[in-house]
């Protein structure tokens, strides 16, 4: 993938780090966060209870092994005077002082304590998972509302499967920083201590010898963090690129079947899958030896508590029950050490998908509204480019020096070899890009000074190219007036003349059309992209007329209804139509970004080279044809 942008595409340097930017969507949800982190803290400490009445249990209530001193630490008095307090609250005839007794207390204290455990592991679930998605929530709709806001030049830059990889799989991937580094990473730290903390009180020496292989942890999680981070985000950048790419022959499969391409792009496929699959395997190494040596520490861990805790039990240091209990804490104290081993790497890919993210935050429209634009009123439509000189890439002017005044409801059609920069010029008018010289006026007032949605709510656009979405006709017809009624709708299709053709469907205007309106002709999508403008009813209509060839009946009806459109507006056509040309007041002939004369049609013929050979071999032959 092509990294190197132009220089209005380059992320600007980032005034604060990814993450804390990130953190301020997560923290209006931080009350929300800590309940589910505290529900989670006593998920998992309060197993631990199980240790401390298993140890109870063998060295107080049935002891096995003889001791050469007799040892009542913290927890065996805190367990004896909870048992003597139930007893003496508890009725006497109970029998609760016995060691049977006192076996049943530990017992129904336990099935108390593991039904608390059962509705905080729900709690912790749900919560941390609700908190989680509306960070998302929120962080995606802001990064769609982002891009939204964009100019043309950003789409034409990023392939449209990369910008949807980054807002739906890298934000997926960035919610898991809100489960991992939000609440499971402070449950197991919680955890850990706890469980340290019991061990070193039960028996110091063999606490330090199951806890040594702790320094290698972090080591471990150092290291291969910083690799689990650098393959995740070449990961990512692999899925963007290959994303769109399938993206692009998906919707060009008519191209491909056309031209028989079909081993040829599976092979293109392959390459392109394959190469994901070494990436991602090469990141699941990475991944998998992390745990491996994590996994393996432990067992190691567990080796050094058998061996010394059976030597300490041998002569006489420690008890059975203390052990027992150590190896029940040492199962449960590396589980979360575990954890935040993968953690690590969880933690790594959500980072790497944050920065990824925010890049897209950091990317400005080159297209800016000023604060306190002005808000334009109902447009008359008149138009002025006064010495407008225009280039994608500023080095390499696409318009040079226009000037043009369009009068309010005048018909001017633009003409000229392709690549004379018709589509260009009209683009500046609803501001998609700004000029780098000169300025577009509108009604008397600079465009880079009026609101974007008050001038491009007031300005139709038909394009060649008609797109239309996947929903229903309805749907589409309604997408630049929501609110236009019933009536509406239908005086503006029958104004299309797309009406009959509509009711024909199975279900009328609620019949779902397919991807790109794939249910429908060419002439029909026309028809209802010139619906769809009647109404909006702008009072300044743009018309890129289509090259591609229809049936007669097609062409008359699109012709009517354009002609019906046309009327009462400020029309600039792309013109490829004898009888376009022949119906405007005037004609803009254009040449390599320059405008070479403007005028009549009979005028130009008379005196416009250009436009005289343009007709003689575009406009007459195709009326021919």
């Not at 027992?324 to 575990?338: D, K, V």
Request: glycine share 6%.
């Amino acid at each position: 993938m092509d990294t190197d942008l132009p220089a209005n595409l380059i992320p600007k340097p980032t005034p604060r780090p990814a993450l804390r930017r990130f953190m301020a969507y997560v923290w209006p949800y931080a009350g929300l966060i800590s309940f589910a982190t505290f529900c989670g803290i006593l998920k998992f400490i309060l197993p631990a209870s199980l240790a401390i009445a298993q140890r109870f249990v063998i060295d107080k209530l049935v002891p096995q092994t003889q001791v050469s001193h007799e040892k009542t630490d913290t927890t065996y008095r805190w367990t004896l005077s909870y048992l003597q307090w139930l007893a003496h609250v508890l009725p006497a005839r109970w029998g609760l002082n016995t060691p049977w007794g006192q076996l049943n207390l530990l017992m129904v204290t336990l099935v108390i304590v593991y039904a608390i455990w059962a509705v905080t592991f729900y709690l912790r679930g749900y919560l941390a998972q609700l908190a989680g998605h509306r960070v998302i929530l929120d962080l995606r709709t802001d990064l769609y509302q982002h891009i939204t806001r964009m100019s043309h030049s950003f789409f034409q830059e990023h392939q449209s499967g990369g910008i949807v990889s980054r807002l739906m799989s890298d934000i997926a991937l960035a919610q898991n920083f809100v489960g991992s580094a939000m609440t499971a990473i402070w449950m197991d730290l919680a955890t850990c201590i706890l469980f340290i903390w019991l061990m070193i009180s039960w028996d110091r020496p063999l606490a330090l010898a199951s806890l040594g292989v702790f320094p290698f942890y972090i080591a471990s999680m150092r290291t291969y963090g910083r690799a689990a981070k650098r393959t995740t985000k070449a990961v990512q950048e692999a899925i963007e690129e290959f994303s769109g790419d399938v993206q692009e022959r998906v919707a060009g499969i008519q191209v491909v079947k056309s031209f028989a391409t079909e081993r040829r792009e599976t092979r293109s496929f392959f390459c392109g899958a394959r190469g994901l699959y070494d990436l991602t395997m090469h990141s699941v190494r990475v991944s998998a030896l992390s745990t491996t040596v994590a996994q393996w520490l432990t067992q190691m861990a567990t080796l050094a508590i058998l061996w010394y805790g059976g030597y300490r039990i041998l002569h006489g240091y420690t008890t059975v029950g203390t052990v027992t209990a150590f190896m029940i804490l040492l199962r449960e104290l590396y589980m979360p050490m575990n954890r935040i081993s993968d953690m690590n790497t969880v933690l790594n890919n959500s980072l790497a998908a944050i920065d990824r993210v925010f890049e897209v935050f950091d990317i400005e429209a080159d297209v800016q509204e000023k604060p306190h634009a002005l808000r334009l009123p109902r447009l008359k439509g008149n138009i002025k480019f006064e010495q407008v000189t225009f280039g994608y890439d500023a080095e390499r002017p696409v318009l040079r020096e226009i000037d043009l005044d369009i009068k309010p409801g005048e018909v001017i059609a633009l003409v000229g070899a392709s690549g004379a920069g018709k589509s260009t010029l009209v683009q500046l008018i609803p501001r998609f890009y700004d000029p780098q010289q000169g300025r577009v006026v509108i009604d008397g007032v600079d465009v880079r000074d009026v609101n974007l949605r008050s001038l491009r709510s007031q300005i139709g656009v038909v394009a060649q190219e008609t797109l239309l979405f996947s929903g229903t006709a309805r749907e589409n017809l309604l997408y630049g007036k929501p609110s236009a009624s019933d009536e509406e709708l239908i005086q503006a299709t029958k104004a299309a003349h797309a009406y009959e053709f509509l009711m024909d469907l199975p279900d009328g205007f609620d019949t779902v059309l397919g991807e790109r309106g794939a249910k429908l002709s060419g002439g029909q999508k026309q028809r209802i992209a010139i619906a769809r403008a009647f109404l909006s009813d702008p009072r300044i209509l743009i018309l890129d007329e289509a090259t591609s060839a229809l049936d007669s009946e097609s062409e008359a009806l699109i012709q009517e209804a354009l002609a019906q459109l046309m009327q009462n507006r400020t029309n600039i056509v792309i013109a490829h139509r004898l009888s376009t040309i022949l119906n405007s007041d005037r004609i803009a002939v254009m040449k390599q970004g320059c405008i070479v004369d403007i005028g009549p049609h009979k005028e130009l013929l008379v005196r416009c080279r250009l436009y005289a050979n343009l007709y003689n071999t575009q406009f007459r032959v195709a009326l021919a044809s």
